[in-house]
């Protein structure tokens, strides 16, 4: 499977702390993009950084690019209790066409 | 911004019945859509990319007879899921990336699928 592996599978903190999130892809890569999803949702794109590119910042996001690990790291800062939610990245394919492949994912619970 | 609707939200068949989802880009063009199955508190499985004008293309392991994908237009695509089953009973969600090739994608807000 190309599918990825994110770390951790779930993390609670409290509000105001950071939270970080760590994703590990197989094979090389064009992009990769962090989604967040509500319960029972679809997924909306928080941040795509290129395979060129090391960090990326958004807002209170903060993206790490190693592509010699085949890692990247999510940081929230300043973490609300709004900011609950399952993150993925995803990693896009040149297969013929693109493709995206998302990995585990990491369920966020925030408490107030 | 780009915005994509999937329709319907949810839905309750019976085992054997078939059901189509449809996923429709509101504000773009999509020659390229991506159907992702989701189980409880897992990640998306992507099924298949549905092309506008040609024949989907589907991953190993789904069954192109079961899930037949039609994207008859550059605004719409379809998902049906024919003689359907308990072990159907899913989270289907759509995609498409809005200006194509690798860029980010857009979600429709998935369909709960539940076979009885």
């Known amino acids: 499977s190309q599918q990825g592996e994110e770390d951790p599978q779930a993390l609670s903190i409290q509000e105001g702390e950071n939270a970080t999130m760590n994703c590990s892809y197989k094979t090389s890569i064009n992009n990769l993009q962090w989604y967040r999803q509500n319960s029972g949702r679809g997924l909306v794109h928080l941040i795509l950084i290129r395979s060129n590119e090391r960090e990326k910042h958004s807002g209170r996001l903060r993206v790490t690019l190693d592509t010699s690990k085949k890692s990247s790291s999510l940081l929230i800062t300043a973490s609300r209790a709004a900011d609950t939610a399952s993150y993925f990245c995803?990693?896009?394919?040149?297969?013929?066409?693109?493709?995206?492949?998302f990995g585990t994912g990491t369920r966020l619970k925030v408490l107030a | 911004g780009a915005v994509v609707s999937q329709h319907p939200s949810w839905v309750i068949c019976k085992s054997g019945t078939s059901v189509k989802i449809e996923c429709r880009s509101l504000?773009?063009?999509?020659?390229?859509m991506f159907w992702y199955r989701q189980f409880p508190k897992q990640s998306l499985m992507l099924m298949a990319t549905s092309n506008e004008g040609s024949k989907a293309t589907y991953e190993q392991g789904v069954e192109k007879d079961k899930f037949l994908i039609n994207h008859a237009s550059l605004t719409l695509s379809t998902l049906t899921v024919t003689s359907a089953h308990p072990e159907d009973s899913s989270f289907y969600i759509c995609s498409a990336p809005r200006t194509g090739g690798n860029s980010p994608l857009h979600f429709g807000n998935g369909t709960r699928l539940t076979v009885t």
């Open positions: 504000d773009f063009q999509a020659t390229t």
């Open positions: 995803a990693t896009a394919h040149l297969s013929g066409t693109y493709k995206y492949i």
